[in-house]
């Protein structure tokens, strides 16, 4: 069943070039980008199942799948290095990814002799391929995933479904970030209407804790603090910390959202410390709150609420340069109509 009228009006020329696209590729090598999320492997999934039923010969490139994401059925087996791809590659599908610094190297560096599509929605991405398709709208990659399959008079059922139901959950926080908009909904009834058990799915990704990532929380919580009159929520983690607590990255997911929960709070940011000499940050805000403009002049990316980035420097040097950064994008917006409420925090 064609249901092309599911894609808003203004989306729709973008995901018919793209299935078009897929339909004249052969061989495709589909990636997301590094230290891969929800939706970046939903739509990794949902590009080979897309070109399986197309009939093409695919295969997923990832440096690997993080634990908290691998109830997701993948389409086959996720190489980690070209020298294992089973043909030899003439297209590339990129996901969810807008520069080819947030791409493996290895990879990246064959672009320049496949035919590259690109599908994203990170802000400020020019494309990076002969068929681009960025539309920083759209609330997941996955959404636009889903559009590409209509247009290949796909139904959204089974795994695919499941798939694109990952990214779009994944990317609005379980449907309430700013981003989560009537286009979303009517999708996710789809998805539904095709099979997907959201409820369940949500479960998968929400009820996986282990005990180091409870202890790990905890210790991250007391540490955090309110800083510009409590209009920012900052909290910095150390390599230690994993280490104490039995934990690793993937354990961080989520919690600069629960700095965001903080009253009063305009931007969270969470600044994690991944080697002597690197950090990496992430920020959060609502509404319209600008995270985007302060990682694009940080060596970042991302969308107006969620955004992020690595700066080579010290954790103490990274703190200064990036609450510094956050401080002046905040002074230059409109302060909210609501006052912040004063800290009972110790600073
Ligand atoms: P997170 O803070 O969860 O890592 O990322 C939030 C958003 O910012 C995501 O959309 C992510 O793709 C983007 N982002 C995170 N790190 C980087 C980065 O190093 N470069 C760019 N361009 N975007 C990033
Ligand atoms: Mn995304």
Not at 153 to 157: E, G, I, K, T, Y
Not at 247 to 255: D, Q, S, V
């Given at each position: 069943m064609r249901r092309f009228g599911l894609i808003p009006a203004r989306f729709q020329e973008g995901a018919q070039k793209i299935a078009d696209a897929l339909k004249r590729s052969d061989r495709v090598l589909i990636s997301g980008h590094v230290n891969a999320d929800g939706d970046s492997v939903a739509s990794l999934t949902a590009g080979g199942l897309i070109l399986r039923a197309l009939g093409k010969q695919f295969a997923l490139y990832a440096a690997g799948i993080p634990d908290y994401l691998s109830f997701v059925s993948l389409p086959g087996a996720v190489y980690?290095?070209?020298?294992?791809?089973?043909f030899i590659p003439q297209s590339a599908l990129i996901v969810d990814?807008?520069?080819?610094?947030?791409?493996n190297a290895e990879f990246a560096g064959r672009l320049p002799d496949l035919t590259v599509i690109n599908v994203d929605h990170h802000i400020g991405s020019n494309g990076l391929g002969a068929a681009n398709w960025i539309q920083p709208?759209?609330?997941a990659t996955a959404q636009l995933m889903a559009y590409v399959a209509i247009a290949c008079?796909?139904?959204?059922?089974g795994e695919l479904a499941d798939a694109i139901a990952v990214g779009l959950v994944s990317d609005t926080g379980g449907f309430s970030h700013?981003?989560?908009?009537k286009h979303v909904f009517s999708l996710a009834a789809c998805l539904a209407s095709g099979g997907c058990d959201i409820p369940q799915l949500r479960k998968n990704l929400e009820?996986?804790?282990?005990l180091g990532q409870m202890r790990l929380w905890s210790r991250l919580m007391r540490r955090a603090c309110l800083l510009h009159n409590g209009a920012i929520a900052f909290c910095n983690v150390h390599l230690r910390d994993f280490r104490e607590c039995g934990?690793?990255?993937?354990?961080?997911?989520?919690?600069v959202e629960q700095l965001r929960r903080?009253?009063?709070?305009?931007i969270a940011a969470l600044l994690r410390e991944?080697?002597?000499?690197m950090c990496k940050y992430s920020l959060r805000s609502f509404?319209?709150?600008?995270v985007q403009a302060i990682a694009a002049r940080l060596n970042g990316g991302g969308h107006i609420n969620a955004a992020g980035g690595t700066l080579y420097a010290s954790p103490g040097q990274a703190k200064k340069l990036l609450l510094a950064t956050v401080t002046r994008q905040l002074d230059s917006e409109k302060s909210p109509t609501l006052p912040p409420c004063s800290s009972d925090i110790p600073q």
């Open positions: 980690s290095s070209l020298r294992h791809i089973p990814c807008s520069d080819t610094g947030r791409m709208e759209a609330a008079d796909l139904p959204l059922v700013g981003n989560t908009d009820a996986n804790w282990t934990t690793t990255i993937e354990h961080l997911e989520g919690f903080l009253r009063g709070v305009r991944d080697k002597p000499g509404g319209s709150t600008n």
